[in-house]
């Protein structure tokens, strides 16, 4: 009577262990190898001696990536029982690179990294031989173990465990030992005749090639190639949009190098996000990268664009939309509360000066945010200022296009192991999905930031465009080669002072009366409630409404410096440019910045 293993009152491992230390060799067929789980049994190999034909046979029946090419070609193979060597090495190929992509799942272990090297080096020793069978798909379960036994030569265990942890021990499973010799030996010559098929395909030094290649060799790497391996990771992103995106004709000739890349860059985020910020410092171009990511979109896509920007700037670009023959319209940001509502639906959507939108409690702010979820709008954001006071200034902007609830391939990586707290712990406590927008505001951590930063943004500083953009003349002076062979210079910016005398005994030196004791005391005596809304206690009555309260606190946060800033301003301009006279102020211009 056969024994019943189910992993629930019976688990196949423990039989599977037990009949192996008696054996020499054995065969196994599987539908599904798990390098990792090959730990539970890769002890009781190590002893083997291939030379005398104890080995272990491993047969991989199923083991292949969910393509539709290779189903396709499974049912070719179905129908005329041919497969061509092409196929077989690109089969193979895709069956290396799963088992490659399996060893990188997961979180790293001493005990995995072990366990890898252990079955490298049985492979490499001939302990263990593993075959990919082609011909067509093979969903059997079978461990065959052999031993010198006269009256149990063969072990047999038929079910539906695959060799791999959970399928040998934990989930629940279906299987039976098999012992009558009769059915044993018509088993084995089951096996042989799968393992001597043409398609049969040997992985064994590919596996082991992949084993020594990954993170699990035991030769180490040196820190110089770890360096290049994450640049060449983190560099994916712009890799891609440099080569994806083509500029149109007239922007390859018009904009600098940097400014191409960057416009390029920017298209890869706006496709595959349906957002992005270009963020470079005053300056830069941003108004013409700007337009000329817009002009591609519409010229691939179709779209029309709709410009928001400040009322001044309304003239500027109406100048560049017709100049470069951009489909749509340019709407003040003071209009948006009053046209965006009927207005016709525009696919993309560029905001300049985005950082004006940092309140997400403003009208303008949801009508922009409303009308751009109702178009399903890609969207532009322009900003030499990501923030100003506070991390949210940046989110604020992105949730223009991002929904709170998205997933956003990222964590709070930084917080979560500063807090030392789990990813369901954190979503228990801040009632948000770990991979959301939502949960990287709950972040402090700069690290966290940076991360969503090179999600969404492209920014660029003018340091970094002259080290890697720009080329020295004789003279040592950085310059911008552009098409026509002409040089464009960046100005040096060197300081200087002016200085001028200040007569403190002269009463009509007007200096000298601005800064005199008099004069410093009085304002520093100012006590004016306007500028200094912290110090004003304020008793709200039982009944006020939550936004009420919440407008209060955002009075307490301005604390003194509005007092500050208000004594000051008068004498800013007037401290750059005494700030290295002989004879400086009685106030320092320190304490006024």
Sequence with gaps: MPRIFDNIDQDLLSALRATMQVSHRSDFCVGYLNLRGWQSIDDLIDGWDPAAGRICRVLVGMQRPPHEEIRELYKAAANDGLIDNAAAIRLKTQFAAHLREQITMGIPSGKDEAGLRRLAKQLRAGKVVVKLFLPYPLHAKLYLLFRDDVNNPITGFVGSSNLTLQGLSRQGELNVDVLEHHATERLAKWFDDRWGERWALDVSADLAQIIETSWAREEPIPPHHIYLNIAYHLSTEARAGLSQFRLPGRFE?????????????????????????????VGLGKTMMATALARMFEDDLGYETLIICPKNLEPMWERYRT???????????????????????????????????????????????????????????????????????????????????????????????????SEAEFERKHQCKVNSILAIEKSEE??????????????????????????????????????????RYFPVRKPSSLTFPVNDADPADRYARLYSAAVVDQIN????????????????????????????????????????????????????????????????CQSWL
């Design 446 to 487: 700069f690290d966290d930031w940076r991360e969503l930063i090179r999600l969404y943004m492209v920014r660029r500083t003018r340091s970094f465009i002259i080290q890697h953009y720009t080329e020295a003349d004789k003279h040592g002076r950085r310059y911008i080669a552009v098409n026509d062979g002409e040089k």
């Design 253 to 281: 000739n018009e904009l600098f190098e940097f400014q191409k890349s960057a416009v390029k860059i920017a298209a890869r985020h706006l496709h595959r996000r349906g957002g992005v910020m270009i963020g470079d410092v």
């Design 525 to 588: 005596a100012l006590h004016v409630p306007r500028y200094g809304l912290a110090t004003i206690s304020i008793r709200l009555p039982k009944s006020a409404s939550a936004a009420e309260r919440k407008f209060i606190d955002n009075l307490g946060r301005a604390g003194k410096r509005l007092m500050g800033f208000c004594r000051t301003k008068p004498a800013i301009s007037f401290c750059h440019l005494s700030r290295r006279h002989p004879s400086p102020p009685r106030i320092p």
């Design 323 to 421: 100049e470069y023959g951009l489909r749509g319209m340019v709407l003040s940001i003071s209009q948006v509360t009053r046209k965006l509502p009927d207005l016709k639906r525009y696919r993309l959507v560029l905001i300049d000066e985005s950082h004006n939108l940092r309140n997400r409690e403003g009208r303008r702010y949801k009508a922009i945010a409303d009308y751009i979820r109702s178009c399903d709008a890609k969207v532009i954001l322009l900003t030499a200022t990501p923030y100003n006071k506070t991390k949210t200034d940046l989110s604020s902007q992105l949730r223009l296009f991002i929904d709170e609830k998205a997933n956003i391939g990222i964590r709070p990586e930084r917080h979560m192991r500063k807090h030392a707290i």
